[in-house]
């Protein structure tokens, strides 16, 4: 029986490719900028989109000790990638996996009485005291203890008997805004607790949180999308190096030769003289249907406006006037990359870098550059 040769990664409607150097050059920035608190890497959501298998052993040779996911199943798929790195799991401690955490050494987050009673149960069984990390909410109203629960550990923290208190950890609401009052607010509530609980090391500064200055960086910083390049400081130039690069193959070039439409629903009119390009990539992939007629990708020099719908599988883009030798099939089409970031097409969809990144697609060709990884593709 023979098996149908797959198409590899040559076939993919694009390419993403990942430098991990401006990853680890990111993570030294900073960890340079946090200094002398610690540096943690939050590598939540599969690295944002970026992939944590690759990312976490390239984090791990710039010299990132403790990680951070969101939930216990990308901790254990940390662990194969990161063997002997400290692994906090910021959703908590999932009911019924206390062993789980324990024989995987994947550190909790508290983040209410009653996941730090499990875990001390699980102490208590044990024999022997479990570390964790114990979340103040102190003003986010998201996760972690409320003011009242944290008094309450105040006065009896024999609530805390067998639990090795990692850090205290609390979360910036609107630290990208370096002018808003509720980053002071929080800071002084996060204080005020500190110094009523047990002593232990305290992390408050999520990426933007570290250019908030030193008064915000306590012991240890936890950054997420400024490795990726994100811009933490927003209102000013981005600090951080890009990492991703998403090249787009161009299927089929269109000479409009009478008025016409492009797209589904008609909503763009492109009239005689006019040339459309339909690029391989489409809402599936992560470049979000609300680009229609807003989006930008670059052909070699030239910007290329998205014109008319972006469909599942597919984009079309306005090439008139621009050479062949960049808007021809088979060309490629810089979709995001240096000249169109994560937050610019962000802009452009009225949403958030982190979203860009997170929804990256499934079915493009990975290649990872830099760092000690090889440079071959990888099939979607
Ligand atoms: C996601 C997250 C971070 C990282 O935040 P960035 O803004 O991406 O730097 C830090 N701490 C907590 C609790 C988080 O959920």
């Known amino acids: 029986m023979t098996t149908d040769p797959s198409p590899g990664p040559e076939g993919a409607g694009a390419i993403l490719t990942v430098d991990l150097d401006a990853v680890a050059a990111n993570y030294r920035l ?25 990312v976490a052993p390239a984090l791990w040779a710039a010299g990132a000790r403790r990680f951070f996911v969101a939930h216990p199943e990308e901790g254990l798929r940390l662990r194969d990638a990161v063997p002997e790195a400290s692994i906090g799991v910021l959703n908590g401690l999932t009911p019924g996996c206390e062993e789980v955490y324990r024989r995987h050494r994947l550190l909790p987050v508290l983040n209410h009485p009653g996941e730090i009673e499990r875990w001390r149960n699980a102490a208590s069984a044990a024999g022997a005291p479990l570390p964790a990390y114990i979340h103040l909410d102190t003003g986010m109203n998201r996760l972690g203890l409320g003011p009242e629960e944290t008094d309450r550990l105040a006065g009896s923290q024999d609530l805390l008997d067998g639990i090795e208190v990692l850090a205290w950890m609390s979360h910036l609401v609107s630290a990208e805004d370096p002018e808003a009052p509720v980053n002071k607010a929080q800071r002084r509530r996060f204080g005020e607790a500190l110094a009523r609980l047990p002593e232990a090391k305290a992390s408050l500064a999520n990426s933007s949180g570290i250019f908030l200055g030193p008064g915000f960086h306590f012991d240890i910083a936890r950054p997420g999308c400024a490795l990726y390049g994100i811009n933490p ?148």
Do not use: F
């Open 30 to 54: 900073l960890k340079e900028k946090a200094a002398p608190a610690e540096c943690a890497a939050v590598v939540k959501a599969d690295a944002y989109g970026l992939g944590a298998a690759e």
């Open 233 to 380: 400081t927003p209102d000013g130039p981005n600090p951080m190096a890009t990492t991703v690069r998403l090249d787009g193959r161009i299927l089929q070039v269109r000479s409009i030769d009478r008025p016409s439409t492009v797209g589904y629903g008609a909503t763009r009119q492109v009239a005689p003289g006019a040339k459309i390009a339909t690029i391989a990539v489409g809402y599936a992939d992560g470049y979000q249907r609300r680009l229609s007629d807003v989006g930008r990708v670059w052909l070699g020099d030239h910007p290329a406006p998205v014109v008319g719908r972006v469909s599942m599988d597919l984009m079309t883009v306005d090439v008139t006037g621009l050479p062949d030798s960049v808007a021809h099939a088979g060309a490629m089409a810089e979709i995001m990359g240096p000249r169109r970031t994560p937050d610019e097409v962000a802009e452009d969809a009225g949403t958030i870098g982190y979203e860009i990144l997170t929804s990256l697609g499934r079915r493009y060709a990975r290649r990872y550059v830099g760092a000690r990884s090889s440079t071959e593709m990888r099939a979607p």
